[in-house]
C-alpha cells in the first residue's frame, strides 16, 4: 500500500503543474481499474497469462488495420471521445505471458528452444510496434531481458548485449561527450564485474575492477587514434589485431591468469571496436532524420532548427531551475512553453525548471524507492511466477524512467516515451497502475500462498 | 544456485541506482555548475522564423512580365502557444472580417491536434491591416505574421496555360515529405504546376533569440544556424500573348481551340482554349469561391481543352495517311484512284462528295477524296510484302507514331492526355470489336479518314503540322524557352532549356508532295478562306463527325518554304465547315502573328467574331 501512497503523490503532482481536468477523469479511471484488480483473486492472473498476451497481440494488429495515426506512428484506437494506446496494456501482458512462460514445470534456460520461446515472447510485440512505426515503445520491451537475467539467463549474453550498446554509443560519441564515456565505463566495468561473479570476495572484485577499467583505458585511446585514420589503414590494424589477440589467447595457456584474462578482454574489446565501427558506418548512412536523431545525442548544437531544438530547449529549461528552481508555477520558459512536448515526454522539464536541482533529485530518489520496493516484493514473492512478473515491472519502469529523463539532459537519444505516472496521458497512467495494481495483488496474497503448500 | 541468482537482482538493482546517480550528477552539472543555460533562459529563448521567399516571376515571349507577385501577409499561429485576449479578439473582428466565434473555432480545433508546427488564422492580409493588427496584437501569444506570394496577373490572358497556386493539402504534405509546410502555395495546373519546383524556390529559417516577453532580441549564434530562403526561379514564355490574345477574342461566344507552334523551335506561340477565365479569379481570398463557380460552370472554362480534349482527328488525318502510303511505296504521286461518290471496293462506305475523278494524290487532298484514301490504306494494309493485316497494320501504326498520333507529346504541362491510336489487340477483343484474326481492312477503314477509333488532341494535331512543315521533324512542343541562370544570380542571363528534335524517318521529297497539295487546298480547294497574299499558306480542313453538331477542323502553317507558324484550329459544334469556321480562324491568326496588324481579313474578324455556336 505504500506503494500505493507513493504514486499517488507523484501523479498529484503532476497533476497540479499541468491543468488538464481530463486527466483527472483518467485518473479516476485507473483508481477504479485498480480496485477492481485489488479485488480480484490472485491465482487469475496466472490463469489468464497466455491469453491476455494473445488478446494483446491481437490488439497490435488490429490498431494496424483500424488505428489511427498520431506523430507518424499508427498505435492508437480512437474510442470517440477519447484515444487510446494498446501497446501500453500489452506491456502488462507480455510480462504475465514471460513470467508464467518462465514459471512452468518444465523450463530450462539450458534447453535451446525453451530460451527461443522466451526471447520471443519479447521479440513478437517489438516487432509488430516497429511496424507500427512507434519504434520508441517498442524499444521498452527489450528491458524485459533483465527478467531473464534474473531468473538465469547467462550472463555472458547480456554482458554482450549491453557492451555493443555501449560500445556503439561509445563510437557516435566519442569525441563530443565525456559524460557519456563515463556513463560507458562504468556500465562495462559492472558488466564484466557481473559476468565473473561466482565466489565473489573482494580481492577478485576488486582485480576485476582494475583489469576492465585498465582495458577499457587501452581502448578508449585506441579508438579514439583509429577513428582518426582513413577506413582502408581501420579495417587493416583491426583485422591483424583481432587475428593476433586469439592467437596469443591460444598461445598464452600456460601464463599466469591476469595475463591471460587481459589478452581475453583484449580480443573480446577489439569485437566491441569492430562492432563500434561499423555502427559508425552505419548510423552515417541511415536515412538522414534518424541519423539526426541519433548524433544530435552527442552535440544539439548541430542541427538547432531540427533535432537538436527539442533537447536544447529542454535543457535550458532545466538549466535555469538552479539549486532550488524558480518555485511551483513560476518556470517562465517552460511557461511560456517553449519546450516541445513539455506536458508528455518532456514534462521532466517542468520538474527541472521548477523545483530546481533538489526537486529533480528527490523525484529520481523517490522513483528509485519505488524500484526498491518492487525488487524487495519481488524477491519475497513465494512463486516464480510472481518473482519474475515483479521484475518485469521493474525493468519497464526503470526503461520508461531513465529513457525518459535521459532524453530530457540530453544523455539518451531522443525517443517518444513517457515518463510513468507523470506524463499527461491516459492509456499510459491506466497502463501502470493496472501493472503495479497486478503486483500488489500478487504481493498481498503472499500469505494465502504460504497458507496453501505451495 | 538459487542464492546466486538472487544477487543478481541485486546486481540489477544496482546497476539502475548507478544510472540514477548519473543523472542526478549530470542535472548537478546542468543546474548548479553550470551558468549557461541559466542565462540562456534569462536573456531569451530560441524560436524559428519561417520566411517565405517570392515566387519567380513569368514572363512571356516579348521578354515583359507577365506574372509576378503582389505582396500580402497571412497570419499563422503556434496551436501549443496560441492565447489572444478578448480585446484583440475584437481587433481581429473588425479587421479581418472573421467572427469571434470562427477564430474561436479555428484556435479550439487546432489545440484538440495538440500541434506544435504553425497553422494559418488568416490568408490575403493586405498591408494596411497587417500594419495595423502589428500594432495592436502585442498581448496575444503565438502569433506570427508571414509574408506570402498572391500571384499579380499583368494580361488578362492565357489562364488555361498559366494555371494558379493555392495552399497546399494534407495529403500533398504528407506525400512530398518536408518540402512544403503547411499554409505554403503549390501550383494546380499549368505552368504553376509543372515548374513548382523552380518557381517556388526554398523556404527560409530563421534562429531569432526572444525575451520572455516574446519580443525579437537578435539572431541566433550570428545567424550561422540560419538556412537562408532563395527565392523562385524566373521562368521565360515563349507565349506570344498578343497573338493568345487574339486567339481568345476570336474565340469568344465559342468553345474550341487554337494552339499555334513555332515548327523549328517547337515553341507554343499560342494556346488558346475556349472559353476561359481571367486567371487573377483564381488568386487571393475569392479564389475557392471564384474556383466553385468556374468548376460548375457547364461550358467548362477550367478544361484545357487543347491538351486534355480528345477528338477524332477527321479529313486532316489524310495527311499523315499519305505520308506513310507514300514513304512504303503503297503510292507514288502518279497513282490514280477512281471515286464515284463513295469507295466502291467496300459498297460506296465511306461515301464521298462529287468531285473530278480518277483523281491523283495531289487532287485528292485537294479535295479531301475519301475514296481516294480508303483505297489506299486497303492496298496498304493487303499489300503482299507483309505478312497478313497484323504485320502491315502495325507498319502503319509505328508510322503514326513516329508521326506523334496516339502517345503524349512530353508538353511542359501536367494532365496531357495520349489521344488514341488503335493496337491490333483492341481489335482481338472479342467483347467490344472483332476477336482474333476476326477483322480485316474493311472492318477498319474509317480509319483512313480520321474517323474510325482514332483520337487527337489539339496540341496533337499542331504538333502534326508543324512537323509537315518541318519536312519531317519535330520539336518536342512546349511553353518554356529559358529559365534565369542560378549561377549568375536572379538577375543573370537566361539560360536556354534545350530540347532534342524528334525524326520521323520518312523521305524529306514525299513531304514536297504533300506540302504542294497542301498549298492547293488554301489556294484553291477547301480552304480558300485561308488564303494570304505572298504567304502561301498551306493547309488542310476536316470536319470532324460527333455526338453533336459537327466540329470545323483546320491545320496549316505558313509561309510554304521558311514555315514560321503551324497552326491547328477546331471549333467545336459549328455544323461542319472545316473551310467555313476554322480555316478563317486560321488564317487570322497567321495573320496577326507574321504581320502583327489584320488588314486582309478585315471581313473574316467581323464574321467569326460575331458568330457564336
Known amino acids: 500500500m505504500s506503494i500505493y501512497a507513493v504514486t499517488m503523490d507523484r501523479q498529484s503532482t503532476g497533476m497540479l503543474s499541468t491543468e488538464y481536468g481530463r486527466q483527472l477523469i483518467w485518473i479516476g479511471v485507473s483508481l477504479f481499474a485498480g480496485f477492481i484488480i485489488f479485488l480480484l483473486d490472485f491465482r487469475i492472473f496466472e490463469a489468464v497469462g497466455y491469453f491476455a498476451y494473445g488478446f494483446g497481440i491481437f490488439l497490435l494488429i488490429l490498431v494496424l488495420f483500424i488505428g489511427i495515426e498520431v506523430n507518424g506512428a499508427k498505435s492508437w484506437f480512437s474510442l470517440g471521445f477519447f484515444q487510446m494506446q494498446p501497446s501500453e496494456f500489452v506491456k502488462t501482458f507480455t510480462i504475465l505471458a514471460l513470467a508464467k512462460y518462465l514459471s512452468s514445470v518444465n523450463f530450462s534456460f539450458k534447453n535451446l528452444s525453451n530460451l527461443a520461446i522466451a526471447f520471443g515472447i519479447i521479440l513478437l510485440p517489438v516487432a509488430i510496434i516497429i511496424y507500427q512505426n512507434d519504434t520508441g515503445s517498442a524499444t521498452v520491451f527489450l528491458s524485459l531481458i533483465l527478467v531473464l537475467y534474473r531468473e538465469g539467463l547467462n550472463p555472458i549474453l547480456l554482458a554482450v548485449g549491453i557492451l555493443m550498446a555501449a560500445a556503439v554509443l561509445l563510437a557516435l560519441g566519442l569525441q563530443n561527450d565525456l559524460v557519456v564515456v563515463g556513463i560507458i565505463a562504468g556500465l562495462t566495468i559492472l558488466t564484466f564485474y557481473i559476468s565473473n561473479l561466482r565466489r565473489p570476495s573482494l580481492r577478485t572484485i576488486f582485480i576485476q575492477i582494475l583489469l576492465s577499467g585498465l582495458t577499457l583505458l587501452v581502448f578508449m585511446i585506441f579508438v579514439n587514434l583509429l577513428f582518426q585514420l582513413s577506413p582502408e589503414i581501420q579495417l587493416i590494424i583491426l583485422g591483424s589485431l583481432f587475428l593476433a589477440s586469439i592467437l596469443a589467447y591460444i598461445l598464452l595457456t ?64 532545466i538549466g535555469s531551475g538552479g539549486i532550488t ?130 | 544456485m538459487y542464492d546466486s541468482l538472487k544477487i543478481r537482482g541485486g546486481v540489477i538493482l544496482f546497476g539502475m541506482g548507478l544510472i540514477l546517480f548519473v543523472f542526478v550528477l549530470r542535472l548537478f ?47 499563422r499561429f503556434t496551436p501549443r502557444q496560441v492565447y489572444i485576449p478578448p480585446k484583440d479578439t475584437a481587433v481581429l473582428v473588425e479587421q479581418l472580417g472573421l467572427s469571434a466565434e470562427e477564430i474561436k473555432d479555428i484556435i479550439s480545433t ?171 479569379q483564381l488568386t487571393g481570398a475569392e479564389l475557392q469561391t471564384n474556383w466553385r463557380v468556374l468548376n460548375r460552370d457547364t461550358t467548362l472554362p477550367l478544361f484545357n481543352r487543347p491538351l486534355m480534349a480528345e477528338y477524332p482527328p477527321g479529313s486532316i488525318f489524310k495527311l499523315p495517311m499519305a505520308l506513310a502510303a507514300l514513304n512504303e511505296g503503297i503510292i507514288t504521286p502518279q497513282t490514280i484512284y477512281s471515286c464515284g461518290g463513295g469507295f466502291r471496293r467496300n459498297k460506296g462506305k465511306p461515301g464521298c462528295r462529287m468531285h473530278p475523278h480518277p483523281l491523283t494524290l495531289t487532287n485528292a487532298i485537294k479535295y479531301s477524296c475519301n475514296s481516294y484514301f480508303a483505297a489506299t490504306y486497303m492496298d496498304y494494309l493487303q499489300d503482299r510484302k507483309f505478312d497478313g493485316i497484323y504485320d502491315s497494320f502495325e507498319s502503319w501504326r509505328l508510322y503514326m507514331d513516329k ?211
Open chain 2, 29 to 75: 552539472a546542468l543546474q548548479v555548475l553550470s551558468d549557461e543555460y541559466k542565462e540562456r533562459a534569462n536573456r531569451y529563448v530560441i524560436k524559428r522564423k519561417i520566411i517565405t521567399p517570392p515566387r519567380g516571376k513569368v514572363y512571356h515571349k516579348g521578354g515583359e512580365v507577365y506574372v509576378s507577385n503582389s505582396p500580402m501577409f497571412e497570419m
Open chain 2, 403 to 613: 508521326m506523334g498520333v496516339g502517345h503524349p507529346l512530353g508538353i511542359d504541362m501536367p494532365f496531357e492526355q495520349t489521344g488514341l491510336l488503335p493496337t491490333t489487340g483492341r481489335y482481338d477483343n472479342e467483347k467490344h470489336y472483332y476477336g482474333k484474326n476476326r477483322w480485316g481492312a474493311t472492318n477498319i477503314i474509317s480509319n483512313s479518314i480520321g474517323q474510325g477509333e482514332i483520337l487527337m488532341t489539339p496540341l496533337q494535331m499542331a504538333n502534326m503540322v508543324a512537323m509537315i512543315a518541318n519536312r519531317g521533324t519535330y520539336y518536342p512542343p512546349h511553353f518554356v524557352r529559358a529559365v534565369k541562370n542560378v549561377e549568375a544570380g536572379n538577375d543573370g542571363n537566361w539560360k536556354r532549356i534545350k530540347y532534342d528534335k524528334i525524326k520521323t524517318g520518312i523521305d524529306r521529297q514525299h513531304f514536297e508532295v504533300v506540302v504542294d497539295a497542301m498549298e492547293k487546298v488554301v489556294s484553291e480547294g477547301t480552304a480558300r478562306r485561308a488564303y494570304l497574299r505572298d504567304l502561301s499558306v498551306c493547309g488542310k480542313t476536316g470536319t470532324v463527325q460527333n455526338s453533336g453538331p459537327d466540329h470545323a477542323v483546320f491545320v496549316g502553317f505558313a509561309p510554304k518554304d521558311r514555315p514560321l507558324i503551324a497552326i491547328a484550329v477546331i471549333v467545336e459544334n459549328t455544323g461542319g465547315g472545316g473551310g467555313t469556321w476554322a480555316a478563317p480562324v486560321a488564317a487570322l491568326m497567321i495573320e496577326k502573328y507574321l504581320r502583327s496588324t489584320i488588314e486582309e481579313k478585315k471581313y473574316e474578324e467581323a464574321r467569326i467574331k460575331a458568330a457564336t455556336f
Open chain 1, 325 to 454: 528552481g524558480k518555485g511551483f508555477k513560476q518556470g517562465n520558459y517552460t511557461k511560456y512553453k517553449f519546450v516541445p512536448k513539455q506536458e508528455t515526454d518532456f514534462i521532466f522539464c517542468t520538474v527541472g525548471e521548477e523545483f530546481g536541482w533538489l526537486g529533480s533529485s528527490l523525484t529520481l530518489i523517490i522513483y528509485f524507492l519505488l524500484l526498491l520496493r518492487i525488487r524487495f516484493m519481488a524477491e519475497n514473492a513465494k512463486t516464480r511466477f510472481a518473482r519474475a512478473y515483479g521484475y518485469g515491472v521493474l525493468s519497464i519502469l526503470f526503461f520508461h524512467l531513465a529513457v525518459n529523463v535521459g532524453m530530457t539532459i540530453g544523455l539518451v537519444p531522443v525517443i517518444g516515451i513517457p515518463l510513468p505516472f507523470f506524463s499527461y496521458g491516459g492509456s499510459s497512467l491506466l497502463g501502470f497502475t493496472v501493472m503495479l495494481a497486478i503486483m500488489l495483488n500478487l504481493f498481498s496474497y503472499r500469505k494465502t500462498v504460504l497458507g496453501s503448500k505451495m
Open chain 2, 110 to 280: 487546432a489545440n484538440k491536434k495538440r500541434d506544435w508546427r504553425e497553422q494559418i488564422l488568416a490568408h490575403y492580409i493586405d498591408l494596411e491591416t497587417y500594419s495595423i493588427l502589428q500594432e495592436q496584437l502585442w498581448n496575444c501569444e503565438g502569433i506570427s505574421f508571414n509574408t506570402i506570394n498572391k500571384r499579380d496577373y499583368r494580361m488578362k490572358t492565357g489562364a488555361n496555360i498559366l494555371g494558379y497556386i493555392s495552399e497546399v493539402n494534407d495529403r500533398e504534405l504528407k506525400r512530398t515529405g518536408n518540402v512544403y509546410r503547411p499554409g505554403d502555395l503549390i501550383g494546380r495546373a499549368g505552368i504553376e504546376r509543372h515548374y513548382d519546383s523552380l518557381l517556388r524556390g526554398k523556404t527560409g529559417v530563421m534562429m531569432i533569440k526572444k525575451d520572455v516577453y516574446n519580443r525579437e532580441v537578435g539572431s541566433y549564434a550570428n545567424g550561422d544556424k540560419d538556412s537562408p530562403e532563395e527565392k523562385g526561379l524566373d521562368i521565360l514564355l515563349g507565349v506570344d500573348t498578343k497573338l493568345q490574345q487574339y486567339g481568345e477574342e476570336l474565340m469568344e461566344g465559342k468553345r474550341g481551340s487554337i494552339v499555334a507552334i513555332e515548327p523549328h523551335s517547337g515553341e507554343i506561340r499560342a494556346f488558346v482554349s475556349a472559353p476561359s477565365y481571367d486567371p487573377s
Open chain 1, 254 to 317: 600456460g601464463f599466469s591468469e591476469p595475463v591471460k584474462r587481459i589478452t581475453g578482454y583484449l580480443t573480446i574489446g577489439l569485437f566491441f571496436v569492430v562492432v563500434a565501427l561499423s555502427a559508425n558506418y552505419v548510423v552515417s548512412n541511415l536515412p538522414t532524420h534518424m541519423n539526426n536523431r541519433i548524433m544530435v545525442l552527442f552535440n544539439p548544437e548541430i542541427d538547432p532548427q531540427g533535432s537538436g531544438y527539442n533537447v536544447i530547449q529542454s535543457k535550458i529549461a
